[in-house]
């Protein structure tokens, strides 16, 4: 069975990485989604260099989808779900070699409201 992708998706309907997804140049855009499917055909078998665990206890869990065309990076954060199932939560482009740490507390942030949500269900 292939892994299932899910969008995180905020309290009032936007959809974090769908929106970054769109900001992208098309060529970009399209490497990017050829990469989600990598994930959802690979699962948890992907290594890099497609996506890494991101360091730091805080951040436990967090994954990135690292996505390289050209000279631009971007990266998608990420994290395993029950059911073989990954939530993406949120992307940004990739401007120096140290990943921000309010686009880390942002993905951080998205988990803990999609957990929270889903466990009250």
């Not at 936007?14 to 990017?32: G, Q, W």
């Not at 990598?38 to 690292?66: D, I, M, Q, S």
Request: charged share 35%; proline share 4%; hydrophobic share 30%.
């Amino acid at each position: 069975m292939d892994w299932q992708i899910e969008y995180y998706k905020k309290e009032n309907g936007d959809i974090p990485v769908l929106d970054f997804l769109f900001t992208l140049n098309p060529k970009m855009r399209a490497k990017a989604f050829s990469e989600i499917e990598l994930l959802e055909k690979h699962g948890a078998n992907l290594r890099e260099p497609y996506v890494k665990p991101v360091k730091g206890e805080k951040y436990k869990g967090l994954f990135e989808l690292r996505i390289k065309f050209s000279s631009d990076i971007s990266r998608i954060f990420y994290f395993t779900f029950q059911n073989k199932t990954f939530v993406l939560l949120n992307g940004f482009t990739k401007k120096s070699g140290k990943t921000p740490k309010n686009e880390l507390d942002r993905a951080v942030r998205y988990k803990q409201d999609y957990e929270r949500r889903c466990y009250d269900e």
